[in-house]
């Protein structure tokens, strides 16, 4: 699937999400909702995927990605008042990690939805 096609199609779910929902709930009700949407949408995806951490070739530990959809598109999803740098970077750092073209990080906890596209540096990727 074309990825701005994709990254358009995750967003009107996000939106759903929001629409239904509103403010205030924890990530995790996102991130319920955010499946269910994925589901009637008919996109593949994974939840709450692992990778590995290492430093000198020696594990370290795991992170966990929200979501990975259609193999192509790291989702993260906050429930915050305002999107801070380190989620810009934590969502940059996991598209990096697993070498996947864009992140969207999605954020539920302001009153209007806050969706910010973010491109993998290492791969060249039409914006």
Do not use: W
């Amino acid at each position: 699937m074309d990825i701005k096609k994709l990254t358009y199609q995750i967003n009107g779910c996000s939106m759903n999400v929001h629409n239904k929902l509103g403010m205030g709930f924890q990530e995790m009700i996102y991130q319920r909702a955010m499946a269910f949407e994925f589901e009637a949408s008919n996109l593949d995806y994974l939840e709450e995927v692992p990778y590995d951490i290492y430093y000198d070739g020696k594990l370290l530990g795991q992170r966990r990605a929200d979501f990975v959809v259609e193999d192509q598109v790291i989702v993260e999803l906050k429930a915050v008042f305002e999107i801070k740098p380190e989620h810009f970077i934590q969502t940059r750092n996991y598209i990096m990690a697993f070498e996947k073209p864009v992140g969207l990080l999605l954020n539920f906890g302001s009153r209007s939805l806050v969706f910010k596209k973010i491109y993998n540096p290492n791969l060249n990727i039409e914006k």
